[in-house]
């Protein structure tokens, strides 16, 4: 299982490496805009927590765009599927579906802490420091796995690159703005908190924040992270299982 793991990793290392010049400018647009736009323009003199709002703005955009860039490579797997057959060769090599997960999922993760890489660059420039200690990284993985093992679901279920928009449109769009990366989650009115309580971003958001200003996060936000992307990487090995039948 090992060596297949490690060969789908491989194949999506070397894609990311080829895409490497044009992929670190174009996740280095939006979380820039972002620190534009709302670090300048709107959170100007604003303070929440005894924090500027660029220093709470930062981890939201860490949170954000490790989950967009962990489930970005459902594109690249339905590429995969819909337009170079891969996935059929897939199946007809000695990897199993466990190890095809995996590899896939770690992709999936590897893009997401580039994206964070990034943005920690871009914070210095804007003069805003975090703490990048294990727990921040550790939150930092947690939401990338959830978001890569949903990826590789849904990239099997789909069944054109529509379907995919749709679903980014009316899950991970709103998610993104709402699960605490822009705006504290207790500004909402009480019944949006319910609702926004059960989003993995959201916890994935107090984590990521909480450790990147040296504190000690709440601990059943890591537990919860891991049992969802227990749970996501469970249904995508199904997924892959009844996709290769």
């Known amino acids: 299982m090992m060596r297949g793991c490690l060969a789908i990793y491989y194949r999506e290392l070397l894609i990311l490496k080829r895409r ?8 280095s647009v939006s979380p820039l805009l972002y620190l534009v736009a709302f670090g300048y323009a709107v959170g100007h003199g604003i303070t929440i927590d005894g924090h500027t709002y660029l220093e709470f703005l930062i981890p939201g955009l860490v949170a954000m765009s490790s989950m967009t860039q962990a489930f970005a490579i459902a594109s690249e797997i339905n590429i995969a599927r819909f337009y170079w057959n891969v996935f059929e060769e897939f199946q007809s090599a000695p990897i199993s579906n466990m190890a095809y997960v995996t590899g896939e999922v770690l992709g999936g993760i590897t893009r997401a802490l580039l994206s964070v890489v990034i943005i920690i660059i871009l ?21 990338s796995f959830v978001f890569a093992s949903l990826a590789v679901g849904m990239a099997m279920l ?15 769009t709103p998610m ?10 207790d500004r909402f009115p009480e019944w949006a908190q319910k609702i926004l309580y059960f989003l993995p971003l959201t916890h994935a958001s107090k984590a990521i924040r909480s450790t990147s200003f ?7 936000s890591f537990f919860l992270l891991a049992i969802i992307g227990g749970i996501f990487f ?6 892959v299982n009844r996709a290769r039948d």
Do not use: E, Y
């Not at 990284?137 to 939401?143: D, I, M, T, Y």
């Not at 789909?158 to 991970?172: C, E, N, P, Y």
């Not at 040296?214 to 059943?220: A, I, T, V």
């Not at 469970?234 to 997924?239: K, L, V």
């Open 20 to 27: 490497l010049p044009k992929m670190i400018p174009t996740m």
């Open 123 to 143: 914070g210095l420039i804007f003069g805003v420091r975090i703490s990048c200690n294990p727990l921040f990284w550790l939150s930092v993985f947690l939401n």
């Open 158 to 172: 789909v069944k054109s690159h529509a379907d995919q928009a749709m679903f980014s449109s009316f899950v991970i």
């Open 176 to 185: 993104a703005f709402l699960g605490g990366t822009f705006f504290p989650v």
């Open 214 to 220: 040296g504190s000690m996060p709440d601990l059943f």
């Open 234 to 239: 469970f249904i995508a090995f199904n997924c």
